[in-house]
């Protein structure tokens, strides 16, 4: 299986912040990675697929970056609903794995 | 307008098999480019990938819980069955089935989830 390795596992930032996030993969991937946003309580939304792609109604100061093992996901500039925990997810293949999470909290 | 539901047990006793139901609307389960898999998330933890079954009802399974799942669907029902033999008190979880479209396994539409707990 595909291991995949998310850092920071929590990180403490203010509204206006530019928060980055990183997701390993234990091999290559190509571009076959997304991104989600869990707030407590709901269900996961998708918000960048491909690696790079902005899934439709997503906020554009969501990017998301990489290729083959190393990606990011940025945020550029932290909203009061930006506050919740991020996944990272690889398609490439089957069985699919996610990422630990990463907590993004307010400072 | 996409939506898929849970449904299934809220409470199971353990050794006992777990079947959820995932039903879905806005879309065909014979759409050659849909797929819909289930994950589930422990209470405080990350999420955990369960099963995927393709239209062409193949299947894929979690590689550590493969002995005890077996997902299947019905099209003209528009569900997605989850079945998970010996349930133990560390399934307890919020279980979520979400759609995949296209040729990757990319989540793009997520069920609300269902908690099951497993207790005596």
């Known amino acids: 299986d595909i291991q995949m390795t998310q850092s920071p596992s929590s990180v403490s930032a203010s509204v206006g912040d530019r928060v980055t996030i990183t997701c390993r993969a234990s091999?290559?991937?190509?571009?076959?990675l997304a991104w989600y946003q869990q707030k407590p309580g709901k269900a996961p939304k998708l918000l960048i697929y491909?690696?790079?792609s902005l899934q439709s109604g997503v906020p554009s100061r969501f990017s998301g970056s990489g290729s083959g093992t190393d990606f990011t996901l940025t945020i550029s500039s932290l909203q009061p609903e930006d506050f919740a925990t991020y996944y990272c997810q690889q398609a490439n293949s089957f069985p699919v794995t996610f990422g630990g999470g990463t907590k993004v909290e307010i400072k | 307008q996409v939506t898929l539901k849970e449904s299934g047990p809220v409470l199971v006793k353990p050794t006992e098999t777990l079947t959820l139901t995932c039903t879905v609307s806005g879309f065909s389960l014979s759409n050659a480019r849909m797929g819909v898999s289930w994950i589930r998330q422990p209470p405080g933890k990350a999420l955990e990938w369960l099963a995927h079954i393709f239209s062409n009802d193949e299947k894929s399974y979690s590689t550590s819980l493969k002995s005890r799942l077996t997902i299947s669907k019905d099209t003209s029902k528009s569900q997605v069955v989850l079945t998970m033999t010996n349930m133990d008190p560390v399934d307890t979880a919020t279980y979520y089935c979400?759609?995949?479209?296209?040729?990757?396994?990319?989540?793009?539409?997520w069920g609300q989830g269902t908690l099951v707990t497993v207790s005596s």
């Open positions: 091999q290559g991937i190509s571009s076959w």
């Open positions: 491909a690696a790079s």
């Open positions: 979400a759609r995949s479209l296209g040729t990757g396994a990319f989540l793009d539409y």
